[in-house]
């Protein structure tokens, strides 16, 4: 075999282990179990809103996700100065989570009052599970909420529900889908994608 010929089997060979080596990988990550460890849902005046770079009243969005595969560098940063430190919900949540086996997804849906609804982690209508390279599918379901029971000032006329999910993990996910149920009829109401910044 001459050289150029030795260089071209080798290069192969190379090629073939490293597809492999990834091939694995996507296997082992896809057959990995997703589980929702635990949810926090809010609702807060749009007016107040409580993430840095997410909705408030002013926004053209009215739906924003994130998501944290590691613990942010400077949490205290990702809030904005109407975020309620006293009751220190969702700061401790993401600072304290163990990003070894737990990554952390924000969604966001702002709304009118009259049409308030929550989104909600849920396994009824899809599974939570892997479905790709580095990819979670997490569904949600919608589901409409009294407006009188939200415990908020009578003026507020729009709102943000926060939702904070923690899901564990051997693995962590480069994004999310996370396809949005209505909770009466099942049907697909939206999917969004969340990335993770790490």
């Not at 949540?93 to 737990?102: E, G, I, M, P, V």
């Not at 929550?118 to 009294?146: C, F, H, K």
């Not at 529900?161 to 109401?189: H, I, K």
Request: hydrophobic letters at 35%; one cysteine or more; a negative charge.
């Amino acid at each position: 075999m001459d050289r150029r010929a030795l260089l071209s089997a080798s290069a192969a060979t190379l090629s073939t282990t490293a597809l492999a080596g990834c091939t694995g990988t996507v296997r082992r990550e896809i057959s990995d179990r997703v589980d929702m460890d635990i949810a926090t849902i809010v609702f807060h005046p749009a007016s107040d809103p409580w993430f840095t770079d997410g909705l408030s009243a002013s926004s053209d969005a009215t739906q924003h996700t994130a998501l944290y595969t590691e613990k942010p560098s400077d949490v205290p940063a990702l809030f904005t100065d109407q975020y309620p430190t006293t009751e220190r919900t969702f700061d401790n949540t993401l600072r304290n989570a163990d990003y070894s086996s737990n990554f952390i997804l924000v969604y966001e849906a702002r709304m009118l009052r009259a049409d308030a609804y929550q989104v909600a982690p849920t396994i009824q209508y899809d599974e939570l599970a892997w479905t790709g390279w580095r990819t979670v599918t997490a569904p949600m379901v919608r589901a409409s909420r009294n407006p009188t029971e939200l415990g908020l000032a009578p003026k507020t006329t729009q709102v943000i529900a926060t939702t904070v999910t923690r899901y564990s993990t051997d693995a962590s996910p480069r994004r999310v889908r996370a396809p949005v149920y209505d909770e009466e009829t099942g049907s697909l109401v939206t999917e969004v994608i969340a990335q993770s910044s790490s």
